[in-house]
C-alpha cells in the first residue's frame, strides 16, 4: 500500500469515531432476527426533574419549596398513590389506562454526582470507577456473536451505553445522512501490513457492513404507522420506528431528547420537553401497535441526575441526585414502583434514591432478555416486566 492509500483511509477514522463504533471484528454482520426482545432507549439529556415528571400533588411540602414551578394537574391525569402525570404528557396517559405504563420513583445511585459529564458515565457504565469506561449494555446479557449488530444510536454520535469492544453499535445523525456518507467509502481490498492499519480497514470494512445492511431493509419503504412531532426528536424516532419496522430487530436502539438543564424558567421549558416526549411515544406506540410489534419492545428513559427538591432564584431548579423513570410496553406490568422519596428528610437538598438504578438494567438483563444477571450480587431485579 502506498503513502496515498494509507493517507486516504487514514482520513475515514474521524468518519469511523462519528458514525460507528468498531462493531465487531468480522466484517460480515447480520441483523439479530433471532432475538426480537427490543429495548428503546430514551435518553432524557441535562438532568430531567422528576417532581415535575411525576407530581406528588397536594403535598404542603412540594408547594412551600416550590412556590413558582409547583404544577396542579387536573385529576384525569392522577395515576396511583397519590401521584399525577404531568399535563403536557397527556398524549400517552391512555397508555396507564390500558396497563402498558409503569414509573420507578427515586432512582439514582448513593454519593450521586451532580456533574453532568461524570454522572452519565456512572449511568452509561453502571460502574462508579471512572477507570471503567465498558457500557452497561455490553456488560449485560446482549447477544455475544461477532456476527451481530447490536444497536443502532439515531442524532447522537456517542457510543455510551454501548462502550466497548463487545458494544457493536452505530450512531447516526440518521440513517439516510449514513448510507450518503459511507457510500463515498472505497471498497477496495487491502492487505494490511500492521495492527494498526488493519484495524482501520477492518473499521471501514464494518461500516460498509452495516450500511449494506441498512440499504437492504429500507429499501423495503414500510408505510408510515403514525405521524410523529416535527422536531429533532420526533424525527428521530420516526426514524427508529422506520428501522424496526423495516425488519431491523436489533437487541436496541437509543434516541435523545436535549434541553433538561433548567436552571431557569423552568415550568415552560419543561412542560414544552414533556410535551415533545409524550407526542413522540404516543406516536410510536400507535406504529409498533399497527405493525403487530408493541409486545416486542421496551422503552425506558433515563437521565443522568434529578433536579434539586427546592426551586432557585431564577424560578429553576439545580442539579439534583434521583429522580423518575418511565417504561412502555405490551408487556409491561403497569404500576408506580419504588417508595415516594421524602421530601423533607433530604440530602443536602437532594432527595435520597431508594432504587439504584442498576437494578433497572438488571430487570432488563435477566427479566426482559431472560439472560444473566452481571449485577446480581448487589442489584436484583424490579417486576416491572
Avoid: C
Wanted: charged content about 20%.
Amino acid at each position: 500500500m502506498n503513502r496515498r492509500d494509507f493517507l486516504k483511509y487514514a482520513s475515514l477514522t474521524p468518519l469511523a469515531g462519528m458514525i460507528p463504533s468498531v462493531l465487531a471484528s468480522n466484517p460480515n454482520l447480520s441483523i439479530n432476527s433471532q432475538n426480537k426482545k427490543i429495548l428503546l432507549l430514551i435518553e432524557l439529556k441535562g438532568g430531567n426533574d422528576g417532581l415535575s415528571t411525576l407530581i406528588p400533588k397536594g403535598n404542603k411540602e412540594y408547594e412551600k419549596l416550590r412556590p413558582t414551578l409547583a404544577i396542579r394537574p387536573p385529576e384525569n391525569m392522577h395515576l396511583d398513590k397519590g401521584l399525577y402525570l404531568n399535563p403536557y404528557l397527556k398524549d400517552i396517559k391512555y397508555l396507564w389506562n390500558k396497563g402498558d405504563m409503569a414509573w420507578i420513583q427515586g432512582v439514582g445511585y448513593p454519593n450521586s454526582d451532580r456533574s453532568h459529564f461524570h454522572s452519565i458515565d456512572v449511568w452509561n457504565t453502571a460502574s462508579t470507577n471512572s477507570k471503567d469506561a465498558s457500557g452497561w449494555l455490553t456488560k449485560s446479557g446482549l447477544p455475544n456473536s461477532p456476527n451481530i449488530l447490536n444497536g443502532i444510536i439515531v442524532g447522537d454520535d456517542r457510543m455510551g451505553p454501548f462502550a466497548g469492544k463487545n458494544g457493536r453499535a452505530v450512531a447516526m445523525e440518521n440513517p439516510r445522512t449514513f448510507l450518503r456518507q459511507t457510500k463515498y467509502l472505497n471498497r477496495d481490498q487491502y492487505r494490511a501490513p500492521n495492527d494498526s492499519l488493519a484495524h482501520l480497514l477492518s473499521t471501514q470494512n464494518q461500516i460498509i457492513s452495516a450500511a449494506d445492511l441498512l440499504t437492504s431493509r429500507l429499501n423495503q419503504s414500510p408505510r408510515r404507522y403514525a405521524r410523529f412531532p416535527n422536531s429533532a426528536f420526533g424525527r428521530n424516532l420516526e426514524q427508529v420506528t422506520r428501522l424496526i419496522t423495516s425488519g431491523v430487530h436489533l437487541p436496541v436502539f437509543k434516541v435523545t431528547l436535549e434541553g433538561f438543564d433548567t436552571h431557569a424558567g423552568q415550568k415552560d421549558i419543561h412542560n414544552n420537553l414533556m410535551h415533545h416526549l409524550g407526542g413522540g411515544l404516543a406516536a410510536f406506540h400507535k406504529a409498533m401497535a399497527a405493525a403487530r410489534l408493541w409486545d416486542n419492545v421496551l422503552v425506558m428513559t433515563y437521565s443522568e441526575f434529578g433536579r434539586r427538591v427546592a426551586e432557585n432564584s431564577s424560578q429553576g431548579t439545580d442539579h439534583g441526585s434521583a429522580s423518575v423513570q418511565l417504561v412502555l410496553g405490551g408487556r409491561v406490568n403497569k404500576g408506580i414502583y419504588g417508595k415516594a422519596p421524602s421530601l423533607t428528610h433530604l440530602d443536602d437538598g437532594d432527595l435520597i434514591p431508594n432504587i439504584d438504578f442498576r437494578q433497572v438494567y438488571a430487570t432488563i438483563s435477566q427479566r426482559w432478555w431472560r439472560r444473566s444477571n452481571p449485577w446480581s450480587k448487589r442489584y436484583h431485579p424490579i417486576t416491572f416486566v
